[in-house]
């Protein structure tokens, strides 16, 4: 159909159009004969300029005595957006400073913005516009939700993480969480003039990276562990061949040699899931330096701690976890998930010659993400794993060390890829 026929026939369509509360209806009025339009004459967007179709829709807004000539503009551009993007969220997705979109309710579409939660003024029309919404979003990913299946993960072109649950898990309807990523991943330079860690806390972690010390970073829900992960990563050579293993893929990994391995669910028929397990287990036949998994839940605990032990050194993975001392009792844990019949004391020995840095992630009552503790696995002691931190964050004094140095294991194996640490970097 032409851009002249669709536009009589958006002329033409009088069809209901619902408005939520505190909706402007003229521009939901437009908005749904414009969509309904597309819909019955199956307009192939695709095929079709943004350009000529923004010339369309402008014009038949113009012709509409319901629209102001203040609000044409603004009225052509989110009707455009519920066309070629994705609705009245598209904006929020476009902005740089929003780290985090939240639908609870046509009306309540809420962002994390620097760091707090922030109800916005962005709506859709109804439930039904939100599902068409989502379902435009998982069309590319080939995947699908429905009350048979409720819950879904996707991945959005631009690398956001996409969950939404539906009823009837959802009472309330459809509820979309989006967690965005930045277009280029920090630097430990950038998170350091951010104040999420101190000079001296990077270069140490730069150097346990370049050393190869297996670490692992933990921390709680939102408090850039991903993040971290993403900047220390940088400091890997590009020689070294690294197979990254995740549940949807979010690491943006710059090095030449990398292999991105991304977790597959279960189909309709529950038939097909590739969990990260076997993606771990699959990742020690692809000859890899290194292992990257981008968050460990459940029995792979197992086979990562033994791929750091046998051979691939300097792997990294994160755990949600509030303390040093809490992801370790998470990764015992985690080992047991596995089914292997280890005695605890076996499974400690596994994770302290495994794990030599543990990099504590949080996010402060201002929204503001930082390093509370960089955490070095010095051993066992009488069947416990011994930690000492060698750097903390404080209120007073930000991240600080402590004035404990790493112990000789883990400095002489740094020392063997070239890596030592000055004194003066340890000093309270």
């Not at 690491?251 to 993606?279: C, F, K, S």
């Not at 960089?374 to 009488?382: D, K, N, P, Q």
């Amino acid at each position: 159909m032409s851009l002249v026929g669709l536009k009589a026939r958006i002329q033409q369509y009088t069809g209901p159009t619902a408005v939520p509360s505190g909706g402007d209806p003229a521009l939901w009025a437009v908005a749904a004969r414009v969509e309904q339009a597309v819909w019955a004459e199956d307009l192939d967007l695709d095929a079709t300029s943004p350009e000529a179709l923004t010339e369309t829709v402008a014009g038949v807004v113009a012709d509409d005595p319901a629209i102001s000539p203040l609000d044409r503009d603004r009225v052509t551009q989110l009707v455009v957006q519920d066309l070629l993007g994705f609705g009245p969220i598209q904006p929020l997705l476009d902005d740089s400073t929003v780290s985090e979109i939240m639908v609870n309710a046509p009306d309540q579409v809420w962002v994390e913005q620097r760091g707090q939660l922030v109800l916005t003024g962005v709506a859709f029309r109804d439930t039904a516009h939100i599902q068409r919404v989502l379902e435009k979003m998982l069309a590319p990913t080939g995947r699908h939700v429905d009350e048979a299946s409720p819950l879904v993960d996707a991945r959005l072109p631009d690398g956001s993480r996409l969950n939404a649950v539906v009823r009837p898990i959802a009472v309330r309807g459809t509820t979309l969480t989006i967690r965005k990523f930045a277009a280029r991943p920090f630097t430990l330079g950038q998170l350091t003039e951010q104040g999420a860690l101190s000079a001296a806390a990077a270069e140490f972690l730069a150097g346990a990276v370049s050393g190869r010390l297996s670490s692992v970073i933990s921390g709680g829900t939102g408090s850039g562990k991903t993040t971290l992960l993403n900047a220390v990563s940088a400091v890997i050579p590009d020689t070294e061949r690294i197979v990254s293993i995740e549940d949807a893929a979010e690491l943006q990994l710059q090095q030449r040699h990398w292999v991105p391995l991304e977790a597959r669910p279960a189909n309709i028929e529950g038939q097909g899931a590739i969990p990260i397990r076997t993606l771990v287990r699959n990742a020690l036949r692809m000859r890899p330096d290194r292992i990257l998994v981008g968050e460990v839940r459940g029995g792979e605990a197992l086979d990562m701690l033994q791929a750091m032990n046998t051979g691939h050194e300097g792997s990294l993975t994160t755990v949600h976890a509030n303390t040093p001392r809490d992801c370790l009792a998470r990764l015992e844990t985690m080992v047991l998930m596995a089914g292997a019949e280890l005695p605890l004391a076996a499974i400690r020995q596994q994770i302290a010659s495994a794990v030599q840095v543990i990099v504590q992630v949080a996010r402060g009552p201002d929204g503001r993400r930082r390093i509370d503790a960089i955490t070095e696995v010095a051993g066992m002691e009488s069947g416990q794993i011994t930690l000492q931190n060698l750097f903390v964050w404080d209120p007073a004094n930000g991240v600080h060390p402590t004035g404990i140095r790493p112990t000789a294991p883990h400095t002489d194996h740094a020392a063997r890829y070239g890596v030592s640490w000055p004194a003066h970097l340890f000093a309270p």
